[in-house]
């Protein structure tokens, strides 16, 4: 059984893609929906159970939109989840995939890290940065964490001093 990855760039800018004509293979383990201006998620994705990479960067996703996540059980091997440079407000509801590595939220408009408590410890990779963040929090469990950006938040308050100073 091979890898299918699937990476799909809208080519007319002002128009939102429609996934409703594209197929969505089973074994599907890369998929890539950057730059297609998506307000919403094809719910087909839910049934997607091999998928380890799931790339929605630079679209229009708002926090309802990124929601049902959390509920898509058949997903929760995903490895890889990539929501950088859209509309969210809020970390969205992570705790579903227990075997995330790498999480990227950059360039939004979050104003918490509240949520990330539920992330799993697994996370290896953790971009934040470009967003309003005015203090770290609820990290402290994430113990393999390598990479952590938060540059250019509005940082005031490190509550998570101690995760620094016991390594």
Sequence with gaps: MGFVVLSIQNSTINTPLHLDSIELPPTLTDLDLTVNRLSELDSRIA???????????QNLIEDSAVEPLSRWDALSDLEELILRDNKLAEVPDISIFSRLLVFD????????????????STLKELYVSKNEVNKIMEIEHLHDLQILELGSNRLWVWICRDYFTMF
């Design 105 to 120: 939220v950059s360039f939004n408009e979050i104003t918490s890290l509240e949520g990330l408590s539920k992330a799993s």
């Design 47 to 57: 049934h997607l159970s091999m998928l380890k990479k799931l790339s929605l960067r």
